[in-house]
């Protein structure tokens, strides 16, 4: 008779993403994960597989989080414009409230070039965030809420590069009005 699992298959996913997030893939050890979880070797691997399979479900946990939070930010939009506006601006909360960095930015600068499996799905997540930009975009250009000669679909892309920069402006220089300062920047450019 298989033996029931004795905790909580998601909260120690979740307990498994934050010490992913704290150290960086490469840094986590089985060793770390087997005491962080507090369970024991055998049954780390028989519910998360090795320690990429646990790092991937994690990753997806993250993705997934992150997809619902923009949509719920941009659902708080009184118009497409608003909607962007209000993503980019939930997302510098985000960045002066949380301690630790995007956990797909980490990973993008961690693992993407040397891991097939996880570029790929930072690529696809990015994708995903350009397609809501540029559909947000493209509507308030319908809207004359932005120029014209915007392209909505390199306006999307700029966007969503400059999230990282963000968080990079963060972390370097903790300095909160600069943060303000170069997203009222990232804002400005998008309307002129």
Request: glycine share 2%; net charge positive.
């Amino acid at each position: 008779m298989p033996r029931t699992k004795e905790f909580d298959y998601q909260e120690k996913l979740k307990v498994a993403r934050n010490l992913f997030w704290q150290k960086g893939y490469q840094a986590t050890t089985m060793n770390d994960l087997v005491d962080t979880l507090n369970i024991n070797r055998s049954s780390l691997y028989e519910s998360f597989g090795n320690k990429h399979a646990l790092f991937i479900d994690c990753l997806t946990n993250y993705i997934q989080e992150k997809k619902i939070t923009y949509q719920q930010s941009a659902a708080k939009g009184k118009s497409p414009l608003d909607a962007a506006i209000r993503i980019i601006k939930d997302i510098v909360k985000t960045i002066l409230i949380d301690t630790k960095t995007c956990l797909a930015i980490n990973s993008t600068f961690e693992l993407a070039r040397i891991d097939a499996e996880v570029a790929k799905m930072l690529k696809d997540q990015a994708l995903q965030s350009v397609d809501l930009f540029e559909k947000l975009f493209t509507e308030a250009k319908n809207k004359g809420e932005i120029p014209q000669d915007k392209d909505p679909k390199l306006l999307a892309f700029f966007v969503v590069s400059n999230f990282a920069s963000l968080w990079n402006a963060d972390l370097l220089f903790s300095d909160k009005k600069i943060l303000y300062q170069l997203t009222d920047f990232l804002i400005q450019t998008i309307r002129s």
